[in-house]
Nanobody, 124 residues
């Protein structure tokens, strides 16, 4: 089963941008739909966005639409999350998730492979 490792988190000022990256362990990645979720302390895990296996279709949560973009490079086995206009309430651990499939999936229970997460802290 593919393994996922996130990177790119850190401390960002409100209104700033961050680019998170998720690296997969093997080439089966190219058959996976991928997604980003986030979880703040005391909150449920929240869907941010997803991208299909080929990278030509995406779906975003309403709360982030227009401010985020997910992209993938199947040769490099990476999926990236670009977030702009960050708000303090978006402070959370951001997780990369994957599952085999041809469609877009927005529920956390749809995914069976998860990274360990990367912390994003947005200061006001």
């Amino acid at each position: 089963q593919v393994q996922l490792v996130e990177s790119g988190g850190g401390l960002i000022q409100a209104g700033g941008s961050v680019r998170l990256s998720c690296l997969a362990s093997d080439d089966t990645f190219k058959s996976y739909a991928m997604a980003w979720f986030r979880q703040a302390p005391g909150n449920l895990r929240e869907f941010v966005g997803t991208i299909n296996w080929s990278g030509d279709n995406t779906l975003y949560a309403t709360s982030v639409k227009g401010r985020v973009a997910i992209s993938r490079d199947n040769r490099e086995k990476t999926v990236d999350l670009q977030m702009n206009g960050l708000k303090p309430e978006e402070t959370a651990v951001y997780y990369c998730a994957g599952r085999r499939g041809y469609y877009l999936y927005s529920r956390s229970e749809d995914y069976d492979v998860w990274g360990r997460g990367t912390q994003v802290t947005v200061s006001s």
